[in-house]
Antibody, heavy 119, light 107 residues
Framework: EAQLVESGGGLVQSGGSLRLPCAAS????????MSWVRQAPGKGLEWVAK????????SYVDSVKGRFTISRDNAQNLLFLQMNSLRAEDTAVYYC????????????WGQGTLVTVSS | DIQMTQSPSSLSASVGDRVTITCRAS??????LNWYQQKPGKAPRLLIYTASNLQSAVSSRFSGSGSGTDFTLIVSSLQPEDFATYYCQQSYSTPYTFGQGTKLEIK
């Protein structure tokens, strides 16, 4: 069974940085596009970033461009989100998801990790 | 960016009811529309992909249809475990966008 487990969340001050790892298991990680999706408290879902299986075709939502970097380690089945220059509006649960290829879908989702940015 | 608009935003219904949730895209997305269910404190779960394809292990009470700009999710006979928030999502082009959600509550 495919499983994704995020970690690395926590409380950080505005302007600070945080790196979120996601450990993948139960599927051929090296053959899937992977994404991050976030959800601010009490709000809806927002796609954040994606990376193709070979590390190409990287894309971000405009609100995080230049501040967030998605990366992956295919040898270790790990996906990362490096978040710099954090703002209060980045406060959210961050989900690691399998998928993000154009015309595809997100499945499965990790349990999420909460990032709180204090101003 | 493609805007996704769901209606209604909230819905009260009873066990056994048939409910319909609609999703409209701001431009044509062919059939590249997915539906997710989210329960409080949990991660979303894929229900329907590419407008009408039922994800494995999802109850056949759920069905989806539509193409172009207008899509629907139908729950044929509500069960207690179906009360949740539902989101549509377009995968036609980045940035991938979600509807604002439809909260389905027990009447």
């Amino acid at each position: 069974e495919a499983q994704l487990v995020e970690s690395g969340g926590g409380l950080v001050q505005s302007g600070g940085s945080l790196r979120l790892p996601c450990a993948a298991s139960g599927f051929a990680f090296t053959t899937y596009t992977m994404s991050w999706v976030r959800q601010a408290p009490g709000k809806g879902l927002e796609w954040v970033a994606k990376m193709k299986e070979d590390g190409s075709e990287i894309s971000y939502v405009d609100s995080v461009k230049g501040r967030f970097t998605i990366s992956r380690d295919n040898a270790q089945n790990l996906l990362f989100l490096q978040m710099n220059s954090l703002r209060a509006e980045d406060t959210a649960v961050y989900y690691c998801v399998r998928g993000g290829a154009t015309r595809g879908y997100f499945d499965p989702w990790g349990q999420g990790t909460l990032v709180t940015v204090s101003s | 960016d493609i805007q996704m608009t769901q209606s209604p935003s909230s819905l009260s219904a009873s066990v056994g009811d048939r409910v319909t949730i609609t999703c409209r895209a701001s431009q044509s997305i062919s059939t590249y529309l997915n539906w997710y269910q989210q329960k409080p404190g949990k991660a979303p779960r894929l229900l329907i992909y590419t407008a009408s394809n039922l994800q494995s292990a999802v109850s056949s009470r759920f069905s989806g249809s539509g193409s172009g700009t207008d899509f629907t999710l139908i729950v044929s006979s509500l069960q207690p475990e179906d009360f949740a928030t539902y989101y549509c999502q377009q995968s036609y082009s980045t940035p991938y966008t979600f509807g604002q959600g439809t909260k389905l509550e027990i009447k």
